[in-house]
């Protein structure tokens, strides 16, 4: 079984709100087809893709879900679908928002802790390594020649709407991508300003953040290559039993602060100390 869980979000003026889902959809049906045709006497059901998504840059055509509800509904997927007998259960996804990836992660722990079952979020961790360059290596590989030094430097740029998902899309739904793209100047953003909320929409910003004018189907097709391969050694690795369950988790889940009770709890124990402090200074 193979949930995809995407937001609609805007992805700057040149491509579709729905870039997102339709990677993930893509990814998901790879997955399958390797899946049967590596385990014969198997059988993968796609659902219907879920459009949730948490950390998005909110604009025209986004379509905002609060971390907490985006977990929510995907642990009562996941329940749905083990009561329904299912027992091996993988989420695609094509949204890097670093709470999204984490409410998708908890999802996937909870139902799998509760049903005794196998349910994993398998591509926050493996997007984040395709972007941070971790696969740099296999991606020349699959090009077919070294990367020059400006298209290493414009890769590690990448984060929304840039190279890779530009290429994606001319790749998956040409008919759906602005010729526009061609002509965009590169979006730079230090990491510190990263952090700041919907930063490539601020001071003129158009929703996009990378070089989006290097779009090339070729490269989406190498990449996809390569994130197939990484994909299905994860899933091989876990459904034999072979694979630390940690390295299913994007890199975000280990951060606190990014997960859905961090605050609310925070702001439960600042409130229960005010009243202990409340009620010690009033019987001094």
């Known amino acids: 079984m193979i949930l995809t869980v995407s937001p609609l979000e805007q992805h700057g003026p040149h491509l579709p709100v729905g870039v997102d889902a339709f990677t993930a959809q893509y990814f998901s049906r790879a997955i399958a087809e390797r899946l049967v045709a590596q385990r014969p006497g198997w059988h993968v059901v796609l659902v219907p893709p879920l459009h949730l998504g948490s950390f998005t840059f909110n604009h025209v055509g986004t379509v905002h879900v609060r971390q907490r509800v985006v977990r929510d ?18 989420i695609s996804n094509g949204h890097a928002g670093p709470g999204h990836l984490v409410a998708l992660d908890e999802a996937a722990a909870a139902v799998a802790r509760r049903y005794g079952i196998w349910m994993v979020s398998m591509t926050g961790h493996l997007a984040w390594t395709l972007l941070r360059g971790g696969y740099l290596q296999e991606i020349e590989t699959a090009v077919g020649r070294a990367l020059t030094a400006d298209e290493r430097a414009a890769l590690s740029d990448d984060a929304h709407a840039g190279w890779w998902e530009t290429s994606m899309m001319l790749w998956l739904r040409p008919d759906l991508v602005d010729g526009m793209y061609r002509d965009l100047p590169p979006a730079r953003y230090p990491l510190i300003g990263r952090v700041r909320p919907n930063y490539p929409l601020r001071n003129g910003g158009q929703g996009y953040v990378g070089h989006p004018a290097l779009g090339d189907p070729e490269f989406a097709r190498a990449t996809a290559s390569v994130w197939l391969d990484r994909a299905m050694e994860l899933l091989d690795g876990v459904l034999d039993g072979t694979h630390p369950r940690a390295a ?8 606190p602060f990014l997960r859905t009770n961090f605050w609310p709890v925070v702001a439960a124990g600042a409130l229960a100390l005010a009243a202990v402090t409340t009620l010690v200074r009033a019987r001094r």
Request: net charge positive; hydrophobic share 55%.
């Open 73 to 90: 509904a995907v642990i009562d997927y996941g329940v749905s679908l083990a009561e329904a007998g299912f027992r091996f259960i993988a």
């Open 248 to 255: 299913r988790r994007s890199p975000f889940f280990h951060l």
